[in-house]
């Protein structure tokens, strides 16, 4: 697996950190109004386990987003090594030049 350069964007790990963080937020939040007595503790653990429902499925569908999106822009610039073609349908051929040996 290749490190990561410094700089670059990461779209994935910025909106699981971003989910995270919400989450984490809105938890204590819940806990805290259990703890004054807002909520009871059914109510407060219903909150705890939709909150956590929410953060495991957030990351994966904004992986299959991604995927998808990876998908619809880098499909139509690969070309097809049984039939290659250029951008107006004629096919791609050697070069004649001679190779070294």
Do not use: H
Request: aromatic letters at 2%; charged letters at 15%.
């Amino acid at each position: 697996m290749s490190t990561p350069q410094p700089g670059r964007p990461r779209p994935i790990l910025d909106a699981v950190r971003g989910v995270g963080t919400v989450t984490a937020l809105i938890g204590s939040l819940v806990t805290a109004l259990v703890g004054v007595g807002v909520f009871n503790t059914a109510q407060g653990s219903a909150a705890q386990a939709l909150l956590a429902t929410v953060a495991a499925v957030i990351p994966a569908v904004t992986g299959l987003l991604v995927a998808f999106g990876v998908l619809r822009k880098a499909e139509p610039k690969v070309t097809p090594l049984s039939s290659p073609m250029d951008n107006q349908g004629r096919p791609l051929v050697a070069a004649d030049w001679p190779r070294p040996k």
